[in-house]
């Protein structure tokens, strides 16, 4: 085995190669599989430099140490209904918290390739250290390597399978979490009564406080020689209830599709979390609240690490709009599915994009087809 490649032998259909290998040894001209169609590519990215002067349309930034619950409601509903997305400042993360954790993310990432190789992950659960989405062989690639590891329920929370280097990783990523936890529970609040509805019944359709499930997706992305011709992550909405993505503070990456359809770049505020709204929040808002469709590009001149938490509701229980939020005379927009079964649902469809939920609403007895041949990628991990 080279330190390049790294035949998992558990379900990946070819060898893996960790983009981290990749960058380090492909030169100039970045290999084939990486290299997106011409539609995808994302346009020429302005220097970090430029950020923000052109004062163009951007997501919102909401301050959450608003003492009028009621004015912090009406920001944080206003924002996932037309953006799906939010910087939340003074959000009540400790500080030396996020640092902490990017630092010891960074750390593991910073590990030799027999240590990260320890943790290689496969596709039955996707815990580990991966490089790609899906298992159609001879796919499409994507510029990043991650580790994705659960948080909630208790049962599937495993710190042995979490990086024991650095060695003040597990501790980190579990103080972490639980202050995140936290978060991502007064925003369904906030999101909650956005809606016209109690605090908790977000909630409550999530399981309860405790019955709710969390998962980690801590992305690496290498630098690139051509930028122009790849991404990091490939277009997607996220499948889960809401994610909290804590970004680097300086390397610019996240592209979200604005309400007009134009791909913006985020100008990350330090230490702040971007939040948007996943397929579960829009499919229990009855769309009220939208799950956009967002990309990566990746830097020749640096790395990027980013860390995106994902809050889900209980995976068994059935997932649809919210009765209260139908019009009367009117058909719910989406066909009741629980978050286990709509995995399932990308994973063997291999979708892209928004087409997962799209295909729902177009045709809610859509049957799944039992193969993925030729589905060109996926966001199953998420
Ligand atoms: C994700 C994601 C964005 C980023 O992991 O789902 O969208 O900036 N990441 O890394
Ligand atoms: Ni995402």
């Known amino acids: 085995m080279s330190s390049c490649c790294f035949n998992g032998g558990a379900g990946w259909p070819e060898p893996v190669v960790r983009v981290q290998a990749v960058s380090d040894t492909c030169g100039d001209t970045i290999p084939d599989r990486y290299v997106k169609p011409p539609s995808d590519r994302p346009s020429p990215i302005p220097p970090a430099s430029a950020a923000g002067v052109a004062g163009g349309p951007s997501i919102p930034v909401v301050d959450l140490s608003m003492l009028d619950a009621d004015a912090a409601s009406r920001a944080v509903a206003a924002a996932c209904r037309e953006w799906g997305f939010f910087q939340a400042v003074n959000h009540g993360v400790r500080t030396e918290l996020l640092r902490g954790a990017r630092a010891a993310w960074r750390g593991f990432f910073r590990q030799p390739a027999e240590v990260r190789e320890r943790y290689a992950n496969s596709p039955a659960t996707y815990e580990g250290y991966g490089s790609r989405l899906g298992t159609a062989k001879g796919g499409p690639l994507d510029w990043g390597d991650y580790y994705f590891l659960h948080f909630m329920p208790q049962s599937l929370k495993n710190h042995e399978k979490w990086p024991s280097l650095p060695p003040s990783l597990r501790e980190t990523t579990e103080e972490y979490g639980q202050e995140v936890v936290q978060l991502c529970r007064r925003v369904m609040r906030l999101l909650s ?103 990566v590009t ?17 995976s068994d229980l059935p997932i649809a709009p919210m009765p209260e939020l139908v019009p009367p005379g009117h058909p719910p927009l989406y066909p009741e599915m629980t978050f286990d079964e709509y995995r399932v649902f990308i994973r063997q469809r291999g979708l892209a994009g928004k087409a997962q939920l799209d295909s729902l ?4 007895a859509a049957p799944v087809p039992d193969s993925d041949a030729g589905s060109p990628s996926s966001t199953t991990v998420l």
């Open 193 to 295: 009564s956005g809606l016209g509805l109690e605090a908790g019944r977000l909630a409550s359709a999530f399981g309860g406080e405790g019955g709710e499930g969390a998962c980690m997706r801590v992305n690496f992305y290498p630098r690139c020689p051509q930028p122009e011709l790849t991404l990091g992550v490939a277009a997607h909405s996220d499948p889960g209830g809401m994610t909290m993505l804590l970004v680097d503070d300086h390397v610019r990456g996240l592209q979200v599709r604005s309400p007009d359809g134009q791909w913006i770049t985020v100008d990350p505020v330090p230490d702040a979390f971007i939040v948007n709204v996943g397929d579960q929040i829009q499919v229990l808002s009855n769309a009220a609240y939208k799950s956009v469709e967002h990309r």
């Open 298 to 314: 990746v830097s020749a001149a640096e790395d990027r690490l980013s860390m995106a938490f994902f809050y889900n509701p209980r």
């Open 361 to 364: 609403q177009a045709k809610p």
